[in-house]
């Protein structure tokens, strides 16, 4: 079984940054793709970004290029979303995923495992 569990979230006005975390099993569980998911209320579930763990590469959805950066530790075992520049559209829960393997752009149903989620409001 994975643990993914989500930290970081909360309140910040417009134009702030937060830097969201992901404790996690999954790169020695043999879960190689970590991604960031965020859903608001009354929208479907959207990817952010996904690293694959092993070799560091990154994936961006365009409306967060040039103001997210996911990474992760040395040890693998917890992720990052550093989260710039933010606007009220980005409120959301933000949920950390696990997956198998890094397959092309940022499906839901590619991960397997998923955390509670951490919320992240963001004011103008």
């Known amino acids: 079984q994975v643990q993914l569990v989500e930290s970081g979230g909360g309140s910040v006005q417009a134009g702030g940054s937060l830097r969201l975390s992901c404790a996690t099993s999954a790169h020695a569980g043999g879960y190689y793709c970590m991604g960031w998911f965020r859903q608001a209320p009354g929208k479907e579930r959207e990817g952010v970004a996904r690293?694959?763990?092993?070799?560091?590469?990154?994936y961006y959805t365009d409306s967060v290029k040039g103001r997210f950066t996911i990474s992760q530790d040395n040890a693998k075992t917890t992720v990052y979303l550093q989260m710039n520049s933010l606007a009220p559209e980005d409120t959301a829960m933000y949920y950390c995923?696990?997956?198998?393997?890094?397959?092309?752009?940022?499906?839901?149903?590619?991960?397997?495992?998923w955390g509670q989620g951490t919320q992240v409001v963001v004011s103008s």
């Open positions: 690293i694959y763990t092993p070799g560091g590469n990154t």
């Open positions: 995923a696990a997956g198998s393997w890094c397959y092309q752009g940022l499906r839901p149903g590619d991960f397997r495992y």
